[in-house]
């Protein structure tokens, strides 16, 4: 009889020592969050599989990720310059033929004037900006002669 008693015995401090090992990696795996959320996935998969009922949840509101923002940047000079590039993450995006570029840009993006081609000083304003932007002021102006200015990586405030 105590053969049986011995063999219990093993067999419930290795089932012991099995579930402690799987609790530790459980709770190491919940740490990433990656994990976690396919965990919770998984949750949900397995308690509409088993016909539990889950609450419905409303998400009230969402956080917007890559905030988009507008910017004007007028020529002060009454010149019509298609040599003159607004250019956007080191690409060429609109050129100054109308004298106004108006630019849509979103938290990161740098800008800058390319007027290499040109060879007399030009002056830039920011006429409009959106106002969660921060990286300028509505009425900076900047002075170009022949060169490649960046005007700044756009920054959002940070909302509260």
């Known amino acids: 009889m105590s053969g049986f008693f011995r063999k219990l015995e093993r067999f ?49 509101a969402e956080i917007e990720k890559n905030p988009v923002g507008m910017v004007t940047i007028d020529l002060l000079q009454d010149l019509s310059l298609s040599q003159v590039w607004l250019i956007k993450n080191g ?39 959106s106002p969660s932007i921060r990286t300028w002021q509505v009425g900076q102006q900047f002075r170009i002669r022949e060169q490649e200015i960046r005007l700044g990586i756009v920054q959002f405030y940070d909302k509260l």
């Open 12 to 60: 419930i401090v290795n089932l012991i020592v099995i579930a402690l090992i799987i609790l530790i990696s459980f709770q190491i795996l919940m740490k990433n969050e990656t994990t976690y959320q396919r965990i919770k996935d998984l949750e949900f998969a397995f308690k509409d599989l088993l016909g539990f009922q889950q609450q419905k949840t409303v998400q009230v």
């Open 91 to 129: 690409k060429r995006i609109a050129d100054f033929s109308d004298g106004v570029v108006l630019v849509r840009v979103e938290e990161g993006d740098l800008l800058s004037i390319d007027a290499r081609f040109y060879s007399k000083p030009l002056w830039f304003e920011i006429t409009s900006l």
